[in-house]
């Protein structure tokens, strides 16, 4: 079974820090996802990842597969990105999700 | 596209009525559907994956009896909790995996579940 293991738990920064959420992972993987979750709870996908790295918009994610390691940035920072970031990973298409604990992450203005 | 519903949003029942969550893929067949469990402040749990046409596959600890799933078709699954109970309160949420497609799972808005 995948250990998921995420760091910060709790994250908060000023408006316009650059800012960054590892995971961890010990088991070889398929692919990674990095999840959004707002306070009402509903889920959204914010990128897969299986090597390298993905940009979309304010947001990277990078991926080691050897290091089994990834990491979520957002640069440039707003209030509007206080959510919870969630990592989890699969072991392939068919295959349901190993879910880190999250990230708590309160951007001030 | 990729826009998965779920049915009811919001559920407060009595303590040992049944209710059913459904699930639906609106824009695109799912050969498979994963169901997920999140108690408060605690990470999402895989409960069930399920497969059209076929039994749900349950994960250690989640009585299949109890939580009930069926996938009728491509665009649809059901999750019934039986005679629940307040230890069941939670927040389900429900995932689709497109026929085909890659790694990518969508997911549901979610149902919060309240057992009084």
């Known amino acids: 079974k995948n250990e998921v293991e995420q760091s910060p738990q709790n994250l908060t920064a000023q408006e316009g820090e650059f800012i960054t959420i590892n995971c961890s992972y010990s088991?070889?993987?398929?692919?990674l996802h990095w999840l959004q979750q707002h306070p009402g709870g509903g889920i959204v996908s914010l990128f897969m990842?299986?090597?390298g790295k993905k940009k979309h918009g304010r947001l990277i994610a990078t991926i080691n597969i050897q290091e089994k390691h990834s990491s979520l940035h957002i640069t440039a920072s707003h209030p509007r990105d206080s959510a919870v970031y969630i990592c989890a990973v699969s072991g392939g298409g068919a295959d349901g999700l190993t879910f880190g604990k999250g990230t708590h992450l309160i951007i001030q203005p | 596209g990729a826009v998965v519903s779920q049915h009811p949003s919001r559920v407060i029942c009595k303590s040992g009525t049944s209710v059913k969550i459904e699930c639906r893929s609106l824009d695109f067949q799912a050969t498979t559907m994963f169901w997920y469990r999140q108690f408060p402040k605690q990470s999402l749990m895989l409960m069930a994956t399920s497969n059209e046409g076929s039994k749900a596959t349950y994960e250690q600890g989640v009585e299949k009896d109890k939580f009930l799933i069926n996938h009728a078709s491509l665009t649809l699954s059901t999750l019934t909790v039986t005679s629940a109970h307040p230890e069941d309160s939670s927040f389900y949420i429900c995932?689709?995996?497109?026929?085909?497609?890659?790694?990518?799972?969508?997911f549901g808005p979610g149902t919060r579940l309240t057992v009084l």
């Open positions: 990842l299986s090597s």
């Open positions: 088991v070889g993987i398929s692919a």
């Open positions: 995932s689709a995996h497109r026929a085909g497609g890659t790694d990518t799972q969508y």
